[in-house]
Structure formats: C-alpha cells, structure tokens
C-alpha cells in the first residue's frame, strides 16, 4: 500500500517590518535578520531580482538606472505585494530550502493592529504565494508583549510599546486579549525624514535615507543633551545651492529638535492610550508600568522622556528588536499562546 509521507519542514515565525525582517524557526529561535529591501533588475524590459536583503539594502540610493533598490513595505504594510511575495520567498528558501508540496512551512506572520483586512489579505496571499502551506497571523502588540514576557494571559493590565520602522504599536493587554490599541503610523522611517528635512531646511544640505538612519542609530535622542550641545557629528551630502558635495558639522541639541515632531506624535498616541483604558487596567499600569519594545526603544533617552510625561515607570524590553519575532515564534509554539493566533 502506497503511503504519502509528509518531510518535516520548518515550520516558521515572521516579523514581516518595515525596515527588518527577522525569522524565527521553530525548535530554534531565530535564524535571520535581514532588511526588508529588494534590488530589481531590468534588463530589455524583463524585470528580476537581483538582490534581497543585506546585499540589496547596500545598493540603496547607489543604484544605475537599470537597478531599483526597493522597500516593499510601508508603514508596516505591503506596498509592493509581487515585490514582498518575491522577498518571503527569498526568506523562506535561505531558511527552509526550495519548498515543495512535501515540506512547505506554516508560517505565523505579525501584522500592525490598525492594518485593515485588504492590507491583511495581501500579507497572508504573498506568504501562501511563497509557498507556505498555511497562514497564521498575529498583531504586532500581543507579539511584542509575548517576547517582553509580560503577563498576557493573567488578569492584569500592562502596556506595551511597540516602536517599528513604519508604525509605533500601542496597547493595553490583558487576560490573552487587546483591551485597547491604537497604531500610529509613526516609526523609525519618520524620524529619518525628519532628519533629512531638518539638516535640508537648516543647512540646504541634501542627505540621503541611509545616512539619516545612521545619525538617529548612532546620535539620536529623545531629549537634548544638558548642555544643549552634545556630540558633534560631521556629515556629507549635496549642497542645494552649489549642487556640489559638502561636509557640515552638526550636533544632537539639533538632532534631538529635528526628532521632536515624531516623538512627539508617539508620546501623543500612549497618552490617548492611556486616556482610553479602563480604570482598573489603569491602576495595573500604574504598577506595572510600561514597556518599550522594537528598534526605537533603543533611542537615547526614550524612556526618561516618556516617563516624564506620562509620569509611570518605563522599561525598556531585554532585546527589543527580536521581541516581536519572538513572540510570533512562542505564539506559534506554546499551546498556551494559539488562541492569539488569527486565521482571518
């Protein structure tokens, strides 16, 4: 008698960002973390990727007319879905292989909480297009809260912040549910243009994405320094009254000026958070207080300034960056987390 047998296959977690994609494998933790870039080549109109990733996000704004560095997620959604289809594909076969009908993975992706059913189907069709065998999403808060190990499924209030490249995650959780969210479309992305405004506006200095994420990686802060001075950074671009290249000098009291209308809005999205929790999921927080996951979290000064504001206690989370990713990894996993899990 003819039997069929399933191959094992690894069975994978994705943190599908906007500026990073991280995979967690189930049985190992995560495996790659790569940014979420596609270089496409056109060669006598066809067009092919050429390179995804670390290799691709390399040969952002230093590209030829005939290769197109592309990001094909914004604010924490798919912008370009052939693109990204292109992209997990690349991910699912550096990790897992070439799929077959055999071995193809689950796979649990995060999506932000405020993206909207069309944006959620375009997620789950370019991962059953890459292959997956079946679909399983998560909101981006609950992941986060998972990989902080926060006590989700206790009766108790607690509240995380998740700050990505394209949105910042705001949610109270309790008992394996969302109390209240909200997803404000401000990240790390914000905070580079930002920059790129700033030092274009105060200096007629044109610089690019990449250089502008360097500077708020290296000398980003929430807060100007106490002497207002700070650091002083020396950076290059083009000079838009000349059109020649050019080197100033600025410091983080301006870095931390040009930061403070995104930060802002951010601030702004956990006080209306907190202005829309129940009472005694409010009391939780007092106690509990707040905790800071995703790349921003990593931002001087973060956390002191939101304390400042809201007047709770700030933590930031152990790794803030793989959070996310793994959470949807122990989602995937742990029985005691599937019910998170949305098929729809």
Do not use: W
């Not at 206790?154 to 008992?175: K, Q, R």
Request: proline fraction near 5%; charged fraction near 25%.
């Amino acid at each position: 008698m003819l039997k069929l047998f399933r191959f094992a296959s690894q069975d994978m977690a994705i943190d599908l960002g906007t500026a990073n994609t991280v995979v967690y494998v189930r049985g190992q933790g995560i495996v790659l973390n790569e940014p979420s870039v596609v270089a496409i080549e056109t060669i006598n109109g066809v067009k092919r990727v050429k390179a995804v990733g670390d290799e691709a996000k390399l040969m952002m704004g230093k590209t030829p007319d005939s290769i197109e560095a592309i990001r094909p997620l914004r604010d924490g959604v798919i912008a370009d879905i052939d693109v990204a289809e292109e992209m997990i594909k690349y991910f699912i076969r550096k990790v897992n292989g070439k799929p077959s009908i055999f071995s193809a993975p689950e796979i649990v992706i995060c999506v932000p909480s405020g993206s909207t059913s069309v944006e959620r189907r375009a997620i789950r069709d370019a991962a059953s297009n890459a292959g997956a065998s079946a679909v399983y999403l998560i909101e981006e808060p609950m992941a986060a809260a998972i990989g902080a190990d926060m006590p989700v499924t206790e009766p108790i209030g607690s509240m995380v912040v998740d700050i990505g490249g394209g949105t910042t995650e705001v949610a109270v959780l309790s008992l394996r549910g969302l109390a209240y969210t909200t997803s404000v479309r401000t990240g790390g992305d914000k905070m580079d243009e930002a920059i790129v405004s700033y030092v274009r506006r105060h200096h007629n200095l044109l610089i690019g994405e990449a250089t502008a994420e360097r500077i708020k990686k290296d000398f980003g802060t929430a807060r100007a320094p106490a002497d207002g001075i700070g650091h002083t950074i020396h950076i290059k671009g083009r000079d838009l009254v000349n059109g020649v290249p050019k080197e100033i000098s600025i410091n983080q009291g301006q870095i931390a000026e040009a930061l403070s209308e995104p930060i802002g809005t951010i601030v702004e999205g956990v006080r209306i958070a907190l202005e829309n929790t129940a009472p005694e999921l409010a009391a939780d927080i007092v106690d509990q207080g707040i905790v800071l996951t995703g790349g921003g979290a990593l931002m001087q000064g973060l956390d002191e300034h939101l304390r400042d504001e809201t007047g709770l206690p700030v933590t930031v989370a152990e790794d803030p960056l793989t959070c996310v990713a793994i959470g949807t990894g122990r989602a995937m996993e742990d029985p005691v987390f599937r019910g998170v899990l949305l098929t729809a």
